[in-house]
């Protein structure tokens, strides 16, 4: 079975451009959790989404991120535009219930 | 706002030492998930503890969740080159949402 997919693996791109991350979550899992893990700080979270709809989306730093979930499969992540602060790695993670699987991560550098 | 303080930070000894890495909090978590990450991957689950005063153990690994579900410990034993990685302690307070601790980086020197 395949597990939690995200692409791209790294993202560098200029300060004011837009970055779009995919997550493809274990497939039947309805939940789909945004986590990001800034240097030197703890992974944090950003938003979660039950099939379709967004659950809890408290984590979301501002308007610049959008998050969606096409159809209850597959997520993107949308940064508009890239910040300085905004680099770091971002996991998705999906699940059944509690137990997380997280997928390999995607490190965005903003410079 | 939940916070979960790791300690050690970071830890090196030798192989077939015993090591313990604690998970503190002022906040009562419903739930505590221990992880280890390696480079380049995501954080795999080891255990998720939930009674006050639970002990789980996974092999040479042993997890506590401490009496008040306010923090957690996980002990090591006889540590081997493959246990190194970050290990990470997570909780589920109110919400769905994991609050994480910043991580423990944990090297076993052969």
């Known amino acids: 079975e395949a597990g939690v997919t995200q692409f791209p693996s790294h993202s560098v791109i200029e300060k004011g451009q837009t970055v779009t991350l995919r997550c493809d979550p274990i497939?039947?899992?309805?939940?789909l959790y945004w986590y990001r893990r800034v240097m030197g700080k703890e992974i944090k979270f950003l938003l979660h989404f039950v099939k379709e709809s967004k659950q809890d989306e408290s984590g979301m730093p501002n308007n610049r991120f959008l998050a969606e979930r096409t159809g209850g499969t597959y997520s993107t992540l949308k940064v508009q535009p890239a910040e300085l602060e905004d680099s770091g790695v971002y996991f998705c993670?999906?699940?059944?219930?509690?137990?997380?699987?997280f997928g390999e991560g995607s490190r965005l550098t903003v410079l | 706002t939940q916070l979960l303080e790791q300690s050690p930070q970071f830890l090196s000894i030798q192989e077939g030492e015993n090591l313990t890495v604690y998970c503190n909090s002022s906040?009562?978590?419903?739930?505590l998930q221990w992880y280890r990450q390696e480079p380049g991957e995501g954080p795999v689950l080891l255990v998720t503890v939930v009674t006050g005063g639970e002990v789980k153990k996974l092999k040479r690994l042993t997890f506590q969740f401490g009496d008040a579900r306010k923090d957690s410990s996980l002990h090591i034993t006889a540590a081997q080159p493959g246990d190194t990685g970050l290990y990470l302690c997570a909780g589920y307070g109110g919400s769905e949402k994991l609050v994480f601790g910043k991580g423990t980086k944990l090297t076993v020197n052969p």
């Open positions: 993670a999906s699940s059944y219930y509690r137990e997380l699987f």
């Open positions: 906040s009562v978590f419903s739930s």
């Open positions: 497939s039947g899992h309805d939940n």
